[in-house]
Every structure is written in structure tokens, then in C-alpha cells.
């Protein structure tokens, strides 16, 4: 018999709920007592079948509310409120083996016979897991968000849990009083609107209807004597039964109960799932991330598609063969076991030379040492060394044990870097003290290993279990680990884009495509064993002994390119008879303005240099004109290209000089074994056709490359996103291809004007107002709604403002009126600003979307200050 | 095509019945004053039931642009000329089986005094909308759209500042304002605002005659589609007239709240009896809005059913009306 206050009921009008979703059912408990349970269920009659969602503690079908919302024809979606919770039956204290079959037994009471999705936060996980390793006939993919189903050794275990586990504690934060329930909605930054707080905590609004609240917390079974602790465990162990179901983790990082080690721990027990994780988000992972219902549904959809996809796939052109395919990284470095020339040579204080043969002995014996140490095939190890000997000796080293290297660049920022790699989930990191430290701030995962002189008080203050020096020493007595398999074609990096727009994304690279990598640049830069190579470019500079090259670094902060001085770059040179520099553009701009202090040695070892590359970010021709005064006899050349592929198309200073201006920036002709094809733009400025190899047609760049990134890492919907079909990458650079066929980029997509007479591209227009004597720097934006946009010039004045100009809003009359005359296209209103907004890294892509922003303020008649 | 114009002494309903009759319609004028065009002519007050009726007899569609425009006044006069005036020509049309009817709006009924960024043509708002002739013409498009129907299609035009050679309301008063030095560029001159040429909006009202069943029971911005800050285009303007550009800036906040006053002072004048002419006051919180918030449209609803877009640019506009002035 139930009491009145016992019984199911249906919720109050609620934010984004149709009330018609909302219904009551009966079906018999674990116990074979009938129960009422509250589920939100749309109904329909699925002819793809059922997403079946189970919420954890303390939440309710509510959160899944735009899963259901946003349906395709012939899903059903079930969202169950579970015994005691939300607006279903109370009842006395559920086990997680009780919840499982409840939940059985609710399925059979509903029907649901076809193909099932189960959906689950929290510790709805187990119930879901549970319930789809009984039901494995009808299992047809598992989604997950923030969830557990073990405590990781690694794992202090939710510290906030086991506090409200404590008896006292969660009778009065879970029961008594609304503190566990307010908390957990109140996670999220930015804030949840009230209106969805509120709608969390509806259904427990008093000590009796939240008892079921404070039995979930202490069914969690954090002690192997918890009489939940072996239902738990044999989920866990029978994850791997789901080996060939479909299965995508969603992840919110910022979650302070079930952080990356959850997550760490589910890909370790389903290592074919697919992963994303919403940098920024926290617990309630499909609130703070509204999108994630969006990606579930592209999930199943491409499930659906798969075998069609599949023969598309082989209809398609395969990439570009790799042309040293089946030889490893290390082999340039392996046939130079007995060459006494120079690998690398660390100018400085302290001047280091490396002969291929010591960095090849290194390389031996520090991979067995890795192996003694834990390094394991398929495992990644993050890397905080600076350019180097060092750097170069350990990466050759975790590859030759078949595993990953994590590079990140300082240039994020300490904050953003110790965010990528802690998302990376390397299980090793090798750094200096300082970014041995750094990673344990941030809180990145993994053994730590020192590299460089460390004294042992020191080590054991940043937890550092390993030394380089002793790992290479042990390594010396253990013989050579086995070689990887040579079947597969393992990951062998992850690199982080600049992150421009948004957090760095990790960008995965497989053994083939940095073979790939190598044998582009070899060809396009025509590299030989005669030359060698001065990196002041970070990534580059472990390049040398893969492409068999002795290799220089110049005395100089990496981190901060503009430290590169010209005697710097000159005693590098010298130090290796450099015959190849790479620099970034920030780099080359202190060369030249430093120059004057060059001695006539310096200028003679700077005279054998053949080839000069600069890239990382928008390098003026004028810049490269004035390194030919420092590098008489270089080529200059500047490689187009990012993260996920480089290079894809080269350009040298002659042929910039000889094009002239046009519109937007020439990157030239698409390097050996790249494709360049464009989406043309629709009225509304987006790239929604397929890719090609059109003249003259603005749209999106596209390319296909054997050295295009694997995927980017953990984040499944981005991929998705950057895939047009099988192949393609789509940078997200708008630009065009001319009836030569080189490349000429026009700005990034986002930052298309989309007006009413068609979309409008930033860079042809800035360089023709950039062009006026009176103008320093130009950026062009778009005000207002998407496809009814007005461009907007923003200008930096490169002289003195007339009187009564303000010095940031509307320019005077005669500024307005050249630029007007010279921008080529129709121009709403022309700002001027002191300075305009750029990136953090390069500190050279100005930030239209901010300069996008102002320019909207100014023009709606704010007082707007500075963009 | 037999087309009745109300209100044909203004700028845009002289040139408006005069580009009919060029290209061949049968066209009737009709206001209170004679209006020196070379047209058959009706004198009457389109608040006049009885005389609308008879005029509209006969004809296949029905321009109406007859309105009280200004920015100070009382409420009752608005009322009767607009609100009154409107319910009249579309009861007239309905009993006549006039098939068309091309009524006359303004962007300002659905704008509350925020700015307007890019936007469609938003429903009318007689609540929200600011001054005695905003709201007039918010219930006068309500009751035109109301008599769409089975046999009369009705489409509003809202003309977003029409400005051009020989106008008198925009162009004549910032000229003869800015000649005695009371321009003022309000707030930093920077709010993004459209206005319409003439010969633009001319030939938006004829492609609203033409394409009256394609759009019915539509409301439609119409613009030249290039804003401009206000600043900028007030100097143009200026400049083309010969007159001199204004540099004296007043912030917002002053300009409302003088405007503020003077709206409250006019109205208790014109509330007084034998109050006197009192003529325009020098600024009004609304004229006040209308300068210090962005107005500019999404154009490409407009364009899509009136088949329609503008043919006579900004630039091309300003030299018009330069050479109007003699200036060039």
C-alpha cells in the first residue's frame, strides 16, 4: 500500500519540458512489488530504435530534456526517473543490483523490444551499463557523460563523495537539508539560469522527497565490503563484453567529483570508444555543453550510415602513397651509428655538441632504460624539455619504445598549456624541474621523469621518480627493447593548435603521416645530408635527426621568439655551417633589427645559408626582402600550413614579389602530395557544397595530404566537424585558388563578412586600404546578423589624427573617404582605433572577432572604449 | 490600372503618382490641397468616410500615403488624420472591391527606442512605439493589415527616411536647422543609420502596386541597404545643400533629457488654448532617439517579394541632390 506522499506524480510546467512528454507508469520493482515510476517519453513508435536515458544523483529526466527535444523521425526517447527520484515513486533504499533490475523490469513493462541506446550521467552509468550487459540482443551503442564504475587506483576517489558518504554529512547535506541537490546545479560556469536550477531541485523539494538522495549516496561502494561493491565490480570487469558495441564518452573536465581519471580509467575498459571532452565544462556536462545533445544524435546517425560511408570512402581517391612507407623515425638517425659529425649543437652559456653516434647510443640505451622504467608501446609521454639534445634524445627514445610524444608549446600560456596536456592524459611526463612542476600544478596525470641536472632533493620535492641520466645509465645493461610491431601504424604525437579561437586542441599524428611530414619537407626544401639545419622554430627543431640533418639551436628563450638576436642566429650558423634557417616571423624581426651588431665572421658564416623558411604566423614580404640584407644568399620562402598539416603549400619572396597584389595573401602552389580544393561559400557565407578544384571560386580551403593529423584528440564533434568526407581537411581559412593553381588565403572563415550582396573575405580589402599612406594596420569586420551583414573598416592611423578625430570610434571625414575609395568593396563606416586586438601566441592574427565586437558598440551609439 | 494616390503633395506621393502615370496607370490624386500635379485630382479628407468612398469607386488599387507627419502635436489630431484617416481608405476600398491597397508605413511603429541592428520588419507595436506619430501609424498599419483579406490584398511599406530633391521634411529641416547653427550631432555621430532615396522608395511603392497579391498581408522595410553612422551621413547631406556641417556634439543623456523637457513643455502649450503656432521645437527625446541608436534594415525579405531594389545609390543620391541645390 502506498502513502499519499509515497506516490509518482507528474512536474509542474517546466523550463524546455512539453508536458506531453511527461507520464506515469507501472511495473514491478527487483522485489516484484508494482511501482510508479515518472518517466519524460516522447512517445513515438520507433522504427530506429529507443535512447534510452538514466539519470544519476540528484538529477532527473529533466536533463535530458533536449535529447528528447531534439529527436530524429523514428527514435523513441525514454528518460526515466529512477525509484525515489525525480517525480517516481518513493521507496525504501535501492542497491545498485536492485536499480538494475528495476530498470529491466521497467523496459519489459514498456515493450521495448528493439534496438536500445543507453544514454547516462552520474551514477546512472552502472544502472546503464548493468542494464545493457543483460540486455545485449537489443544493445546497440552506449553513451556515457561523467560517470564512474570503478575507483582507479590513481584516484584519491571523488573526495566530495566520500565527504557526503560520511553518515552525518549526508543526512544533513542530502536529506535534511538541499545542500547536495542546490550544489550540484550550481557546478557550472557560467552559471545555469535560475529557471534551470530551480527545475533540478523541483522534485526534491522537501527532507522526505530527498531521502532517496542521501540512500544513492550511500549505495556507492567505497569499500569492498559494500554490498554494492560486487555488482559494481563485475560491471566494471564486463565492460569488456561491449567491445563491439558503439560507444562515445562525453566529458565535462571541470568536474570535481568524477574527473579525467573517470575517464582515463572508461577508455582503458572501452578503448574503441569515441571521446569528447568540453574543455570548460563542468559536471552537468549537457547543460554546460548544449551542443552534446547535438553530437549524440550526429553519433547515432553516423552509426546508421556507416557501411555507406565505408563505400564511399573507397570510391574516393586514396591520399597520396608515403614514399618511404615502413621505415621508422629513427632510421635516418639508425644508418648514422657511426658517424662522428655533429647531430645537434646547443649554443649558450654552456655550448653541447651531440655526434650522431652518441645521440644514436643515447637514443639505445635511454629506450631501454624507458621500458625498465614503465613506457610501454601505445603509451604517451608529455614532454616540458626545452629544444635540444636532451629533447631530442628522449623523443627518439619513447619512439623507439612505440610510444607517443605530447609536445606542447609554451606559447599557450602556462594556463592553457597545463589544460592541454592534463586533457592529453599522458602516462609519463618527461620535463625540467620547472615544467616537471608545472605539470604537477596542473594537475597533469603520469609518472614524472627529470631531464637535465636534477639533485635528488630536488627530484623528490617535484615527485620526480626517474632521471633521464640515470634511465640512459640502467639502460646501457638491458638489452634493446623489441622493436614496435611493424603491422601498425601507431601514434607517435600529439601537437596542440594555438587555439586561436577557443582552448588548444591536441592534434593526433600516426607513424605514417610524420613520415609523410618528412619526406614533404625533404622534397619540397630539396633537403640532403649536405645540409644542416638552425631551428629557431620549436617543433622544427627535433626534426634534424629524422631527416638525417646535423641540426643547431641558437641561444635564445623558445618561448619567446622575439629573443632571437642576429649574433645568435649567426654563432648557430657557424657552430653547425648551417646551410638551412627556420624561424618564426616575431624571430626574424629582431634579426633585422639587431643586424647592426654583426661582425664581418658573422657575416660570412650567414652567407653560406641556401635556404631560409619563416612561418607560425603571417610573414611580410617586406620582412623577408630585409633578411636578405642578413642571409645574402637565401632563398626566402615562407611554408602555408597548420597544425594538422604541414606544410601544404610553399612560396618563395621572388615569386610574392613577382604576383604583386591581389586578393588576399598568395601561399602559393600546394607542396608534392597535397590537394587544395575549395567549398565554394553560399550566399550566406557558409561552405556547405563539396570541395573543388575551381579557379577564381572563393569558399572554404580544403586538404588532403598523407601528412594530414590522424584526428584531433578526444574530441569527436570537432573532428566530425573538420571532415568534409573521407580525406578532406577543412581548415577553416577562406581563400581561392588562381588559374595557376597557388593558393591565396583571404581570412578565416568565421570572420567572412556575410552581407546581402554575397560574402565579403577580410584580407584583399585590408592589404588595399593598408596600402594608404595614412594607414598602419586595417582590419575588416561585419556588424550585425549573419547574411545581413555591413562591413565595417577598423584603422590603425599609422601618422597623426586630425584634430577632433577621437582616438578610438568614427574616423574623420578624409580618412573615410580614402579608405572608402581604396577598399574595393562597399563599406559601411570606418573606425579608428590606437591598437588592434591579436593573438596571444604569435601576437601577429588580429582578433576580428573582438575588433567585430567594438566595431557593433561603436556603431549602435555606446560609448565603447577601446576594442 | 486605375490607381487612386492619398496624399500626393508630399515629396513621395508627388513622384510616386507621377511615376505611375509615366508608365501608363490611370491615376487619381487625392488630398486636401490642390497639389499643382498635371493629374486628375480629388480635394477631400480621407478621414471623410463618405467623400473616400466616392473617390475609390472604380479603381483596381488604392496608394495610400495621406498622414499627419511631424514629431510634436496632439494626440487627437494624429488619431483622426492616421489611425482614423487609414480605417477610412480601407473601408472604402472593401466596399468598393477595390483589389489593392498599398498602404503607407514607417519603420519607427515597431521601434522602441533600442537600436535596430540588421533586423526584419518587426510587428507594429502601438505600446512601444515612441511619440504621437509612431503610434498613430502602428494602429493605422494594424488596421490596414487587418483588412487583408479574400478580395483586397493589402501590403504596408515602411519607407525608412526617404530624403531626396525637394523634400522638406528631412533634408528641409536639417538644412534650414544646420544654417541657424541648432545641429547638433547627438551622442558620438557614430549610431549606424539607412535611409532611402527618393527614387528608391518611388519605385518600392510601385512594385508593392504591382506585387500586392505576391506580398499580402505583409509589412516591409524599405532602405537603400547602406548605412551609415549618422554623423556622416548628416554632414553628406549637408554638404550636397550647401550648408554647413555641424561639429558641436551634445551626449545622449543631455539631448534626451532637454528633448524630454521640450516634448513636455510643447505639449502643455499645444494643450492650452490659443497656445499659438507653436512650429517645431528645436529637439524632442524622439528625434533625440532617432539620431543616438543604429537603424538599419535586413533588406532581403523586401527585395525577394517586391522583386524590387534600389537602382539609385547613396553617392549617386547626394549628387542628385547637390545638383538640386546647385551646389555642385
Given amino acids: 500500500m502506498t502513502r499519499a506522499s509515497d506516490a509518482a506524480r507528474l512536474p509542474p510546467p517546466l523550463v524546455g519540458v512539453d508536458p506531453a512528454w511527461s507520464r506515469l507508469v507501472r511495473a514491478v520493482d527487483a522485489e516484484g512489488i508494482a511501482r510508479t515510476w515518472h518517466l519524460l517519453d516522447n512517445g513515438v513508435t520507433p522504427t530506429i530504435g529507443t535512447l534510452l536515458c538514466v539519470h544519476g544523483n540528484p538529477t532527473w529526466s529533466f536533463l535530458w530534456r533536449r535529447f528528447i527535444a531534439q529527436a530524429p523521425p523514428g527514435w523513441r526517447v525514454v528518460a526515466v526517473d529512477q525509484l525515489g527520484m525525480g517525480w517516481s515513486e518513493r521507496t525504501t533504499p535501492r542497491t545498485l543490483a536492485q536499480r538494475v533490475d528495476d530498470l529491466g523490469s521497467l523496459t519489459e513493462a514498456l515493450g521495448l523490444t528493439g534496438p536500445v541506446v543507453t544514454l547516462a550521467h552520474d551514477w546512472g552509468g552502472p544502472i546503464s551499463l548493468g542494464w545493457a550487459l543483460e540486455h545485449r540482443d537489443q544493445l546497440r551503442a552506449v553513451v556515457l557523460t561523467n560517470t564512474a564504475v570503478h575507483q582507479p587506483a590513481d584516484a584519491a576517489g571523488p573526495a566530495l563523495i566520500r565527504l557526503a558518504h560520511t553518515p552525518g554529512v549526508r543526512q544533513s547535506s542530502c536529506v535534511a537539508t538541499p545542500t547536495f541537490v542546490r550544489a550540484t546545479t550550481a557546478l557550472s560556469r557560467p552559471a545555469l539560469p535560475r529557471e534551470v536550477r530551480d527545475a533540478f531541485a523541483a522534485p526534491y523539494a522537501s527532507a522526505f522527497r530527498r531521502q532517496a538522495v542521501g540512500d544513492f549516496v550511500a549505495d556507492i561502494p567505497f569499500d569492498p565490503r559494500h554490498p554494492s561493491a560486487p555488482r559494481l565490480d563485475d560491471i566494471a570487469a564486463r565492460l569488456s563484453e561491449l567491445a563491439d558495441v558503439p560507444a562515445l564518452l562525453l566529458w565535462g573536465p571541470r568536474d570535481p567529483v568524477f574527473s579525467d581519471v573517470y575517464l582515463r580509467d572508461l577508455r582503458k575498459r572501452m578503448p574503441h570508444a569515441d571521446v569528447h571532452r568540453y574543455e570548460g565544462a563542468s559536471h552537468l556536462v549537457t547543460e554546460d555543453a548544449p551542443l552534446a545533445a547535438t553530437h549524440v544524435w550526429q553519433w547515432l546517425a553516423d552509426l546508421a550510415d556507416l557501411p555507406e560511408a565505408d563505400r564511399e570512402a573507397d570510391a574516393s581517391d586514396p591520399p597520396p602513397t608515403d614514399q618511404s612507407a615502413g621505415e621508422p623515425l629513427w632510421a635516418a638517425l639508425s644508418a648514422r651509428s657511426n658517424d662522428h659529425a655533429t647531430a645537434i649543437v646547443e649554443l649558450g652559456a654552456h655550448e653541447r655538441r651531440v655526434s650522431f653516434a652518441q645521440l644514436e647510443s643515447t637514443v639505445r640505451d635511454l629506450a631501454a632504460g624507458l621500458v625498465g622504467a614503465g613506457v610501454r608501446p601505445g603509451h604517451r609521454v608529455a614532454m616540458l624539455v626545452p629544444p635540444g639534445a636532451d629533447l631530442s634524445a628522449a623523443v627518439y627514445a619513447c619512439w623507439r619504445v612505440g610510444a607517443s610524444v605530447v609536445v606542447a608549446d609554451a606559447g599557450l600560456g602556462v594556463r592553457r598549456m597545463g589544460r592541454a596536456l592534463r586533457g592529453s592524459a599522458p602516462d609519463h611526463v618527461i620535463g625540467i624541474a620547472k615544467g616537471l612542476l608545472l605539470a604537477r600544478a596542473a594537475g597533469v596525470p603520469g609518472q614524472l621523469i627529470a631531464a637535465g641536472p636534477l639533485d635528488r632533493a630536488t627530484m623528490a620535492l617535484v615527485g620526480a621518480a626517474h632521471s633521464l641520466a640515470d634511465l640512459a645509465r640502467s639502460g646501457r645493461s638491458t638489452p634493446l627493447p623489441a622493436l614496435p610491431s611493424p603491422d601498425g601504424d601507431p601514434e607517435m604525437a600529439v601537437l596542440f593548435t594555438s587555439g586561436a579561437t577557443g582552448p588548444p586542441k591536441g592534434v593526433v599524428y600516426r607513424q605514417g603521416q610524420l613520415r609523410a611530414q618528412l619526406a614533404a619537407l625533404r622534397t619540397t626544401y630539396r633537403l640532403t645530408t649536405e645540409d644542416r639545419l638552425v631551428a629557431a622554430f620549436a617543433p622544427f627543431a627535433l626534426y634534424g635527426p629524422a631527416l638525417g640533418l646535423g641540426s643547431a639551436v641558437p641561444d635564445m628563450d623558445v618561448t619567446a621568439p622575439d629573443t632571437l638576436t642576429a649574433t645568435a642566429l649567426a654563432d648557430a650558423v657557424s657552430a653547425v655551417d648551417g646551410t638551412v634557417v627556420f624561424a618564426s616571423p616575431a624571430a626574424l624581426r629582431n634579426v633585422v633589427a639587431t643586424a647592426h651588431d654583426l661582425t664581418p665572421q658573422h657575416r660570412h658564416a650567414l652567407a653560406g645559408v641556401r635556404l631560409l623558411m619563416s612561418a607560425g604566423a603571417p610573414v611580410p614580404a617586406s620582412l623577408l626582402r630585409a633578411m636578405t640584407e642578413v642571409l645574402p644568399a637565401a632563398e626566402a620562402h615562407t611554408p602555408y600550413g597548420m597544425t594538422e598539416c604541414l606544410p601544404v603549400a610553399d612560396i618563395s619572396l621572388t615569386e610574392i614579389e613577382a604576383l604583386g597584389a591581389g586578393d588576399g595573401v598568395c601561399v602559393g602552389h600546394p607542396v608534392a602530395g597535397v590537394t587544395v580544393a575549395v567549398i565554394a561559400l553560399d550566399a550566406d557565407g557558409r561552405a556547405v557544397g563539396d570541395p573543388a578544384v575551381t579557379a577564381g571560386v572563393t569558399g572554404e580551403v580544403c586538404v588532403r595530404a598523407a601528412h594530414l593529423k590522424d584526428r584531433y584528440d578526444q574530441l569527436w564533434a570537432t573532428e566530425r566537424a573538420s571532415r568534409h568526407s573521407s580525406g578532406w581537411h577543412r581548415t577553416g581559412d577562406a581563400g581561392h585558388l588562381d588559374d595557376d593553381g597557388r593558393l591565396w588565403v583571404e581570412g578565416r572563415l568565421v570572420h567572412v563578412v556575410t552581407g546581402p550582396d554575397g560574402p565579403v573575405t577580410p584580407v584583399g580589402p585590408e592589404q588595399r586600404i593598408e596600402a594608404l599612406p595614412q594607414v598602419d594596420t586595417a582590419a575588416v569586420v561585419g556588424v550585425g546578423p549573419a547574411a545581413t551583414q555591413q562591413t565595417v573598416v577598423v584603422v590603425v592611423r599609422s601618422g597623426t589624427a586630425p584634430p577632433g578625430e577621437p582616438r578610438d570610434g568614427l574616423a574623420a571625414p578624409d580618412l573615410s573617404a580614402a579608405v572608402r575609395a581604396s577598399a574595393g568593396v562597399p563599406v559601411a563606416a570606418v573606425l579608428v582605433a590606437r591598437a588592434l586586438p591579436v593573438d596571444i601566441r604569435h601576437a601577429s592574427k588580429i582578433d576580428r572577432s573582438r575588433v567585430s565586437d567594438w566595431a557593433t558598440s561603436v556603431l549602435v551609439g555606446k560609448r565603447a572604449g577601446r576594442p | 490600372m486605375k490607381v487612386l494616390v492619398t496624399g500626393a503633395s508630399g515629396m513621395l506621393g508627388r513622384q510616386t503618382a507621377l511615376a505611375l502615370a509615366a508608365r501608363g496607370d490611370d491615376v487619381t490624386v487625392l488630398q486636401r490641397h490642390p497639389s499643382g500635379l498635371p493629374l486628375p485630382e480629388v480635394l477631400a479628407d480621407v478621414a471623410d468616410r463618405a467623400a473616400m468612398r466616392a473617390a475609390v469607386a472604380g479603381h483596381d488599387a488604392v496608394l495610400h500615403l495621406a498622414a499627419k507627419v511631424n514629431v510634436t502635436g496632439r494626440w487627437a ?188 513643455i510643447w505639449a502643455t502649450r499645444l494643450a492650452l488654448p490659443f497656445g499659438g503656432s507653436p512650429g517645431d521645437p528645436p529637439l524632442t527625446r524622439f528625434l533625440a532617439e532617432q539620431l543616438s541608436t543604429a537603424h538599419w534594415f535586413d533588406q532581403r525579405r523586401t527585395r525577394e517579394l517586391l522583386k524590387w531594389t534600389p537602382a539609385v545609390s547613396l553617392e549617386q543620391g547626394l549628387a542628385e541632390l547637390a545638383d538640386s541645390f546647385g551646389t555642385t
Avoid: M
Fill in chain 2, 77 to 264: 489630431d494624429y488619431e483622426r488624420a492616421n489611425v482614423q484617416g487609414t480605417a477610412s481608405v480601407v473601408q472604402a476600398c472593401a466596399a468598393s472591391g477595390v483589389e489593392r491597397l498599398v498602404h503607407v508605413s514607417s519603420p519607427s511603429v515597431a521601434h522602441s527606442g533600442a537600436s535596430l541592428v540588421g533586423v526584419g520588419a518587426e510587428v507594429a507595436d502601438p505600446t512601444g512605439a515612441r511619440g504621437h506619430y509612431a503610434r498613430s501609424k502602428a494602429y493605422a498599419e494594424q488596421v490596414a493589415l487587418g483588412g487583408d483579406g479574400e478580395t483586397l490584398a493589402v501590403v504596408a511599406i515602411r519607407p525608412h527616411l526617404v530624403w531626396g530633391p525637394g523634400d522638406t521634411q528631412l533634408v528641409g529641416r536639417l538644412v534650414e536647422r544646420a544654417q541657424s547653427g541648432r545641429l547638433p550631432i547627438i551622442g558620438s555621430g557614430a549610431a549606424l543609420i539607412d535611409s532611402t532615396y527618393v527614387t528608391n522608395a518611388v519605385d518600392a511603392l510601385v512594385a508593392a502596386v504591382d506585387r500586392c497579391r505576391e506580398a499580402h498581408g505583409q509589412a516591409l522595410v524599405v532602405s537603400n541597404g547602406e548605412p551609415r553612422p549618422v554623423g556622416e551621413l548628416i554632414a553628406d547631406i549637408c554638404r550636397a545643400a550647401g550648408a554647413p556641417t555641424p561639429t558641436r556634439h551634445v551626449p545622449f543623456p543631455a539631448a534626451a533629457l532637454v528633448g524630454g523637457l521640450v516634448d513636455a
